[in-house]
């Protein structure tokens, strides 16, 4: 994923994760450092509750209509590093492979 996908993808599911029914549990949505993915962190929220908000904002991407949000200069230092388009792409793909998924995975402690 390119830098102007990854920020555009940021940009959108943020917002619609932090305005969802579950949108009080968010802690933080971004992208990782190495800007291979994202991290999201969710207070008290049962997996598959989370599992289907990740579906529902991926879906909100995909269909996304109008501008971008938080695409202002007063708003985002790399405001002129958006496209709406690039993040329904990325979404679309991530929304296949996760439609797939019929388990949800624990990491080990």
Same mark, same amino acid.
């Given at each position: 994923m390119d830098a102007v996908t990854l920020h555009s993808v940021e940009h959108l599911f943020a917002t619609y994760i932090r305005n969802s029914e579950i949108g009080d549990q968010?802690?933080?949505f971004g992208p990782m450092g190495c800007r291979t993915g994202f991290y999201l962190l969710m207070r008290g929220t049962p997996k598959a509750v989370v599992l289907e908000q990740v579906?529902? %904002?991926l879906t909100q991407i995909v269909n996304h209509e109008g501008e971008m949000f938080g695409a202002?200069?007063?708003?985002?230092g790399n405001y002129r590093e958006l496209s709406v388009g690039a993040a329904r792409v990325e979404?679309? %793909?991530y929304l296949a492979v996760l439609e797939e998924q019929n388990e949800i995975r624990d990491y080990p402690n």
């Open positions: 968010v802690i933080y579906k529902k %904002t202002t200069q007063q708003e985002c979404a679309t %793909t």
